[in-house]
């Protein structure tokens, strides 16, 4: 996208944010991530389908600090609801209704490019399963035809996972809300091209499907401090984490043995963490095998945003992996609070 490109899109979203003259919103009872008309009528099944390169790890020669094009979002969301402002874990489903939100985090900090894992897209897709993923504004500004695939996608649901992966809980407010924003305004400027590309195609009605900025937030690392909730909290932004570490050591332990991992914690209402991009080496085979379970135990997927709706949330102070304290190490592994470091 060019820089003239952007200035205008940018422009022409300012006056809709502001005169409302766009698309009506979408109903109010009614979660919409996108749509099957757009997806399909901006990419062929194969661009969707992607290639073995998409899986491509690298190293930059040098950390990439760029700022995005914009650096403070135009839309500003609504603060967070009380019962909503700490560190959301699960949710107590009424009438145990046996639901969980699969979330995959697509991570990427500053010295990487983190790639994509094309085989658990495609097979959310080709299963009709729905999922929510955190993506950083860096891995969108780097992946930015899948990140636009992902807003589309009546499936999927996006939420920040800040700028460069950064260590909330060792930054002061100035740094994490320039984590936060960037990343809130590099999706708004994908939201924009992809509007441009939908009009250009005729699909402009369908943007009326695609939230236009991010409504969900996820801590790098798990990691927070006192002020990190009440902040992210007044941004608008619910602190979503997980009841049970999907991956958990997946080094150490077969596709089996995983498997059985997630079986042995899971109850309604869970958040399972796993990840997207391509770090891990299982969950691309974990997540046919898990989702072939859950169903077999009569379990339904949806999105965060929809779990939310069935119960309250379970929620908790402090951020971890499976418990408390367990993530404090990696305040020492990687450099530039979290953002630098080694790929894994």
Same mark, same amino acid.
Request: proline fraction near 7%.
């Given at each position: 996208?060019?820089?003239?490109?952007?200035?205008?899109?940018?422009?022409?979203?300012?006056?809709?944010?502001?005169?409302?003259?766009?698309?009506?919103?979408?109903?109010?009872?009614?979660?919409?991530?996108?749509?099957?008309?757009?997806?399909?009528?901006?990419?062929?099944?194969?661009?969707?389908?992607?290639?073995?390169?998409?899986?491509?790890?690298?190293?930059?020669?040098?950390?990439?600090?760029?700022?995005?094009?914009?650096?403070?979002?135009?839309?500003?969301?609504?603060?967070?609801?009380?019962?909503?402002?700490?560190?959301?874990?699960?949710?107590?489903?009424?009438?145990?209704?046996?639901?969980?939100?699969?979330?995959?985090?697509?991570?990427?900090?500053?010295? !990487?490019?983190?790639?994509?894992?094309?085989?658990?897209?495609?097979?959310?897709?080709?299963?009709?399963?729905?999922?929510?993923?955190?993506?950083?504004?860096?891995?969108?500004?780097?992946?930015?035809?899948?990140?636009?695939?992902?807003?589309?996608?009546?499936?999927?649901?996006?939420?920040?996972?800040?700028?460069?992966?950064?260590?909330?809980?060792?930054?002061?407010?100035?740094?994490?809300?320039?984590?936060?924003?960037?990343?809130?305004?590099?999706?708004?400027?994908?939201?924009?091209?992809?509007?441009?590309?939908?009009?250009?195609?005729?699909?402009?009605?369908?943007?009326?499907?695609?939230?236009?900025?991010?409504?969900?937030?996820?801590?790098?690392?798990?990691?927070?401090?006192?002020?990190?909730?009440?902040?992210?909290?007044?941004?608008?932004?619910?602190?979503?984490?997980?009841?049970?570490?999907?991956?958990?050591?997946?080094?150490?332990?077969?596709?089996?043995?995983?498997?059985?991992?997630?079986?042995?914690?899971?109850? %309604?209402?869970?958040?399972?963490?796993?990840?997207?991009?391509?770090? %891990?080496?299982?969950?691309?085979?974990?997540?046919?095998?898990?989702?072939?379970?859950?169903?077999?135990?009569?379990?339904?997927?949806?999105?965060?945003?929809?779990?939310?709706?069935?119960?309250?949330?379970?929620?908790?102070?402090?951020?971890?992996?499976?418990?408390?304290?367990?993530?404090?190490?990696?305040? !020492?592994?990687?450099?530039?609070?979290?953002?630098?470091?080694?790929?894994?």
């Amino acid at each position: 996208m060019t820089s003239l490109r952007a200035c205008l899109l940018g422009l022409l979203t300012i006056l809709i944010f502001v005169s409302g003259c766009g698309s009506a919103p979408a109903p109010a009872d009614e979660e919409t991530f996108g749509s099957d008309k757009l997806l399909h009528g901006l990419w062929f099944d194969g661009q969707l389908a992607g290639a073995d390169s998409d899986t491509a790890r690298a190293v930059l020669p040098e950390p990439d600090l760029r700022p995005p094009l914009r650096t403070m979002p135009l839309r500003a969301l609504p603060p967070v609801p009380p019962e909503l402002q700490r560190i959301i874990t699960s949710v107590e489903p009424r009438g145990g209704r046996k639901v969980v939100a699969l979330t995959f985090d697509l991570c990427e900090r500053a010295p !990487h490019l983190a790639g994509y894992r094309r085989e658990i897209f495609n097979f959310l897709r080709a299963n009709g399963v729905k999922a929510s993923f955190f993506a950083g504004g860096k891995w969108m500004r780097s992946h930015p035809e899948k990140a636009m695939q992902l807003m589309a996608d009546p499936l999927f649901e996006l939420g920040n996972h800040a700028w460069t992966h950064g260590n909330l809980a060792l930054m002061d407010e100035a740094e994490v809300r320039r984590q936060v924003d960037w990343t809130q305004a590099e999706y708004e400027l994908l939201y924009e091209e992809l509007g441009y590309r939908a009009r250009q195609r005729g699909l402009g009605a369908e943007m009326v499907r695609v939230p236009p900025s991010l409504g969900l937030m996820r801590l790098p690392y798990g990691r927070n401090n006192a002020q990190t909730a009440p902040l992210l909290a007044s941004m608008g932004l619910p602190l979503i984490q997980w009841s049970i570490e999907g991956e958990r050591d997946e080094l150490d332990h077969t596709v089996d043995e995983l498997v059985a991992w997630n079986l042995k914690n899971v109850k %309604p209402g869970a958040i399972i963490l796993m990840h997207a991009n391509a770090v %891990p080496h299982k969950t691309h085979l974990l997540v046919p095998r898990l989702v072939a379970a859950l169903r077999e135990r009569g379990y339904g997927f949806v999105t965060v945003s929809e779990l939310l709706r069935f119960g309250p949330a379970v929620t908790v102070d402090e951020g971890y992996f499976t418990m408390p304290g367990d993530n404090l190490y990696l305040d !020492h592994l990687f450099g530039g609070k979290g953002t630098l470091g080694r790929v894994r």
